[in-house]
Nanobody, 123 residues
């Protein structure tokens, strides 16, 4: 069974940093595109970041550029999201996703989704 399990969420203050992890099955981790999305209550799901293994390219949403960094550790089948200088508006449930290509993934066309991890940012 393909699986994505997020961890690392929590409560932080504005300006703090946090690193999210997404542990994947070997098959899921081998998919070309993996990424992160977020969704706050009452709001639409928002693209945060993605990585294309075949192109070796990372992409970011406009609201997180220069603050967030996506990375992966192939020895652990784990995807990461380093979040720096967090703002109250970054508070959301963050979801890990995997898909066949980054273009589809960025618009929400993921094949697999994790259950999410909550990030809360106090001002």
């Amino acid at each position: 069974q393909e699986q994505l399990v997020e961890s690392g969420g929590g409560l932080v203050q504005a300006g703090d940093s946090l690193r999210l992890s997404c542990a994947a099955s070997e098959r899921t981790f081998s998919m070309d595109a993996m990424g992160w999305f977020r969704q706050a209550p009452g709001k639409a799901r928002e693209f945060v970041a993605s990585y294309s293994r075949s192109l070796d390219i990372a992409s970011y949403g406009d609201t997180v550029k220069a603050r967030f960094t996506i990375s992966r550790d192939s020895t652990k089948n784990t995807l990461y999201l380093q979040m720096n200088n967090l703002r109250p508006e970054d508070a959301s449930v963050y979801y890990c996703a995997a898909g066949t290509d980054s273009d589809s993934l960025r618009i929400g066309g993921a094949r697999y989704w994790g259950q999410g991890t909550q990030v809360t940012v106090s001002s």
